[in-house]
């Protein structure tokens, strides 16, 4: 057990539908990411936080991907309009400034 | 071009067998390189994180090694077991930016 916890941990939506999604990141850990992996790659970075700051963001995610942090705690990371190109697994990270990254379970999303 | 390329893509080994995985990158400046394993349908765990000065590290049954020069690092898993079926992948890391493999998938059977 890593101590990052994601919810749901699977979620099937119909295209055109919106998602969200929860992290909730080990306590004392100020960084977040939100990864994103398909079959057979590796995560793919979405965008991280430190503290409730939005520093950076992929070009992967595109207008109709939102995510905050807006108390530096939890994070949620919704997908708007889903189409069928957003199935994969979307992965959250915490870490304690630039030290190692611990991953939580994933959220599978399946859009049909 | 992936600037973290890993090696095999996939592998197949008997129980009890050895195996090295590999990783090459181009990725500069050099601030880490961690392997981590995953399971399938789990988000990835760490094994060992290496920094420059670093030339190996070993976590159990696992040792990993570092080439800072010619920019190669190898996995080395020493009798193996089932469970250690999983994806391996290797993450580098430059100031603020991480770069991740695809990843080596390890199957092993009885």
């Known amino acids: 057990d890593t101590g990052v916890s994601q919810d749901p941990r699977h979620k099937i939506t119909k295209r055109g539908q919106n998602v969200t999604f929860r992290c909730d990141p080990i306590s004392e850990h100020n960084r977040l990411y939100w990864y994103r992996q398909t079959l057979g790659q590796g995560p793919e970075f979405l965008t991280y936080f430190q503290n409730e700051a939005q520093l950076e963001k992929s070009r992967l995610l595109s207008d109709r991907f939102s995510a905050e942090r807006p108390k530096g705690s939890f994070s949620t990371l919704e997908i708007q309009r889903t189409e069928q190109g957003d199935s994969a697994m979307y992965l959250c990270a915490s870490s304690k400034r630039q030290l190692a990254q611990y991953f939580g379970p994933g959220t599978r999303l399946t859009v049909l | 071009k992936n600037q973290v390329e890993q090696s095999p893509q996939s592998l197949i080994i008997l129980e009890g067998k050895n195996c090295t995985l590999q990783c090459n990158y181009t990725v500069s400046p050099f601030s880490n390189l961690r392997w981590y394993k995953q399971d399938t349908g789990r988000g990835p765990v760490s094994l060992t994180i290496m920094t420059f000065s670093e030339n190996t590290k070993s976590n159990g049954r696992y040792t990993a090694t570092l080439d800072a020069d010619t920019k190669q690092s190898s996995l080395h898993i020493t009798a193996s077991q089932l469970s250690d079926s999983a994806s391996y992948i290797c993450?580098?890391?430059?100031?603020?930016?991480?770069?991740f493999g695809a990843g080596t998938r390890l199957t092993v059977k009885p």
């Open positions: 993450v580098v890391s430059s100031n603020n930016d991480m770069r």
